[in-house]
């Protein structure tokens, strides 16, 4: 879904007559903390495939580090126009992860209806880890109750990020006083 986000900003970017070339101009406080992140992040779906028993601490120890390594990198990059809307995104998702006891409330139709009644049955029965039936959760409505097409189900704060990056990304691409700092410009009435 952000991948998603990130094309339609360059999209509505460039539809603004905005250069792409401007993306590179941008210099990302902490930036190793995003590749820490999705390296954490892809550990966790290699664990997924069943190389550490479920219930496992690295599980938890590997998400919440994840996203804290997030948290950090839009705290610090807080400067950058429209990045305040993924900080709200993560706050909400962080919550309610926080609340339900480090699980996310996940709607119970929509799995049966996207993944078929096997997952729909692991989800009830708490067999899947880092997600519970949003019937048995607090906050649910900040779960992941919102069913895309036939694909996918995303919480409000997915959307929120989302819609975040489109707003950075466009607003980076359409910036027409955006330099590269790197490079040293001189102005033309500086030589008359």
Not at 15 to 32: D, T, V
Not at 103 to 116: A, D, E, H, R, T
Not at 131 to 150: A, D, R
Request: hydrophobic letters at 50%; a positive charge; one cysteine or more.
């Amino acid at each position: 879904m952000f991948i998603e986000a990130v094309i339609l900003g360059v999209i509505i970017g460039m539809a603004k007559r905005g250069k792409i070339y401007r993306l590179s101009y941008i210099r990302f406080n902490m930036s190793p903390l995003i590749y820490i992140s999705a390296l954490l992040y892809v550990c966790i779906i290699i664990m997924n495939l069943g190389l550490l028993e479920y219930t496992s601490f690295l599980y938890t120890a590997f998400l919440i580090l994840s996203y804290l390594s997030i948290f950090i990198f839009i705290i610090v990059n807080m400067e950058i126009k429209f990045m305040f809307v993924t900080l709200i995104g993560l706050c909400s998702n962080i919550l309610c992860f926080l609340v339900n006891g480090f699980k996310f409330p996940m709607s119970s139709n929509s799995v049966s209806m996207l993944y078929g009644t096997e997952m729909y049955n692991l989800l009830v029965n708490g067999k899947i880890k880092f997600y519970i039936p949003v019937e048995n959760s607090s906050l649910s409505f900040l779960g992941s109750v919102i069913t895309i097409g036939n694909y996918k189900i995303v919480s409000i704060g997915d959307i929120i990020i989302s819609v975040g990056i489109v707003l950075i990304v466009q607003a980076i691409i359409s910036d027409k006083y955006l330099r590269n700092r790197s490079n040293i410009t001189f102005s033309k009435k500086m030589f008359r």
